[in-house]
DNA sequence: CCCGTCCGGATTGTGTAACAATCTTCGGGT
DNA sequence: ACCCGAAGATTGTTACACAATCCGGACGGG
C-alpha cells in the first residue's frame, strides 16, 4: 500500500545519490539528464529536485538550475551553532524530565548506539545516527524533525571533505561525551560541538 | 532586476493570502481554480503550493491535494519548545557576546522595536517583528533563518485563531522581558515563552 | 434501518510536446 | 585586448491528455 508518488521516490534516490557524495560541491544536476535515465519528465524531476533544494542539499538559482550545495566555513559555522541550539535544548529537556539519573529505555539505546561506532556499518552514519538518538530522545517532534534535516547537511559536508573519523576514539570520545551529558548538561553540548568545528575547519584547511 | 519566476511570484501570493487568516484551517487549496483565477497553468500553481507545504503553512496529502494547516495542541507545544530552542540559544550568544551591558546598536532597535507594539501596524507583526529582532541580533544565519519559519507558523496559528493581543499589556511585558534577558538570559526566554504557551492553548480551549 | 459495494464525478499525479525566457559560449569586428 | 551579437543550451511555463486515486451517493442484501 504505497501511497508514494514517483516523485517522491526519485526524491530518495537523488538524496541517497548526492548524500553518498560522489558527486562534488557545485556539480550541476540538469533536468533532461535525469529525466532520461530515470524514464521520468521533466515535471516530475522538477519536483523532485526543488524538495533537495527546499532541504539544502542543492542549491537552485532562477534559469542556471540546481548544483550540489558547496559549504563556507561560515556555512559550517552556522550550521553547527543551530545544531548546537537544538542538541542543547534537548539535553536540557531530558535533564529537566530525569532529575536524578536517566532511566534504562533512555540510556541503554544511547549506549547500543556509541558501541556501534565501533562495531557498526560506516562510521559517519553510526555518529550521526547516535546524535539523532540523543536528539530525539528528549521527546520533542519539531526540535527531532530540524535535527534530523541538520543531520542530512552535515553528512554531505563531511562527504565531501572524505573526512574519516577514526572509530575507536570516536567511540571514547562519545562515552564520554554521554557521560558528560548527563552530569553537566548543555556546556557539554557545546564543547563537544565547538571541538567537532575546529576539527572539521582544520581538517579542510589543510587540503 | 528581480530574477524573481512566475511561481515565485505565486508563493508570494499565496503565502500573503494563507497568512491574512480568512481562510480557515482546513481550508482545501484546488490547483484548478488558483490556475484559473492567476491565468497560470497547474504545473506552476503546483510549484507554488509545492513550496508552501515545504514552509508547513499547507499540508499536502498524497491525491487528496493541500490545505491550510491547522494545529492540534500538540503542535503548538512542539512548536514553541523548538522557538525555545532557537531565542534561548540567540539570548546566550548575546550574552556571552556582550559581558556587561549589550551596546546602543543593539539595545536601540530593541527598545523601538517594544515601542511599536503600542504605536506600530498590526499588533500581531510587531510582536513578531521584535522576537525575529532579538534573534537576528545574535547574528547567526542559520538560526535567524530556522526562527523566521517558525514565525510565519505562529503568526498563521495566530490568525486561525483569531487572538487579539492587547497592545498596551503587550508594550509592557516586553519591555520587562528585554530586561530581564539581560539580566537572566535563558531561563528568561523558557518564562516568557511557557507564558505565552499557556495563554493562547488557554484562549483556544474557552472557545 | 443499517451496511457493504459499486459507480461516476472530481481532483491529483504524470506524460508529451512545444515555446518563451534566460544564461552561456564563441567568434567577428574594432 | 575589448565589446557585441548570434547560436546553442538550459530552465520556466503552457496546453492538452490520460491514468491513478479519492469521494459521495445510488443500489441492493441483510
Redesign the pocket.
Known sequence: M??S????RLADELRDRVLSGVLAPGT?????LI?AEQ?????????ALERLVAERLLV???????RVTSFSDDDVTALQQLRGALESEAVRLLRAEHAEAWPADVLDPLRAAVRRLEHGGPVEESHAAFHRLLVSSAGSARITEAYERLDAEMLLFLRQLRFHYDPHTLCVEHDAYLADVQLRGEPAVREHLAHATTVLLRARATR
Open positions: 504505497t501511497r508518488t514517483g516523485a517522491d550541476p544536476l540538469r533536468e533532461e529525466a524514464g521520468l519528465s521533466r515535471h516530475t524531476v522538477r519536483r537552485s538559482e532562477p534559469f542556471r538550475g540546481v
